[in-house]
């Protein structure tokens, strides 16, 4: 299975500015994707990254609040912008591994102040 | 939005006893899996099940599978404190179009009490 380093880890941020979380993984895979998971919250599907198209995001997230890049089939970053406290939540990236199921990110834990 | 329900949402139990979550879905899939989440962070795979299998083992783990009921269950037997930890169930889309994303359950917390 693959392995997926995401940074970064953990970070305080205040309201009005921008993140941008990595995700690299060891591996090319077409797809990669990013989830939310809001405090005390089951884990919700942002957008699908493919390399060399756009991202399709799911409904209620929008690529002007959550831009994704995928410049090559190993790497992707997702920026959370203009954040508010309401964005705080912990951010996944994960890519499917086929019969091993989904490997994810170690998830950075995003609190805006 | 989420696929379907788990229940129970949180369970409590001693070291030794077994734990059984259960997950509902509500469409067509292709696999349902299972994960754990230590302490908000990331996510780990512990069984797949395709749809076409009725139960599946692998160590301490059994789950099964009803596509008819539309649910699945997830067993740990002879449980340890170190298997405290957020279960969630994931489905996988009937249709590869569907973009190969999972939609997961709410989630079932679990302790166990040394």
């Known amino acids: 299975s693959a392995v997926i380093s995401q940074k970064p880890s953990r970070d305080i941020c205040q309201r009005g500015t921008s993140l941008t979380i ?38 209620g997230f929008v690529i002007d609040k959550f831009p994704i890049s995928r410049p090559n089939l190993t790497f992707s970053t997702l ?21 091993y199921g989904y490997t994810f990110g170690s998830g950075t834990r995003l609190t805006v102040v | 939005s989420q696929q379907g329900e788990e229940d129970p949402q949180a369970l409590s139990i001693q070291e030794g006893e ?72 994931a489905t996988g889309p009937q249709r590869y179009n569907q973009g190969g994303k999972l939609i997961f359950g709410q989630g079932t917390e679990l302790s166990v009490k040394p």
């Open chain 1, 79 to 99: 920026t959370v912008s203009n954040m508010s406290p309401e964005d705080s939540s912990i951010y996944l990236c994960s890519v499917d591994t086929g019969s």
């Open chain 2, 18 to 89: 077994n734990a059984t979550m259960n997950c509902s879905y509500k469409t067509s899939i292709n696999n349902l899996q299972w994960y754990r989440q230590n302490s908000g962070r990331g996510l780990v795979h512990l069984i797949l099940i395709r749809s076409n299998e009725r139960e599946k083992h692998s160590g301490r783990l059994r789950v099964t599978l009803d596509t008819s009921k539309k649910s699945s269950s997830l067993l740990i037997t002879a449980s340890r404190a170190a298997d405290t930890a957020s279960y969630f169930c």
């Open chain 1, 22 to 59: 990595q995700c690299q993984v060891d591996s090319q895979v077409t797809m990669m994707f990013w989830y939310r998971q809001q405090p005390g919250q089951s884990l919700t599907l942002i957008a699908t990254a493919n390399q060399g198209s756009e991202a399709t995001y799911e409904s």
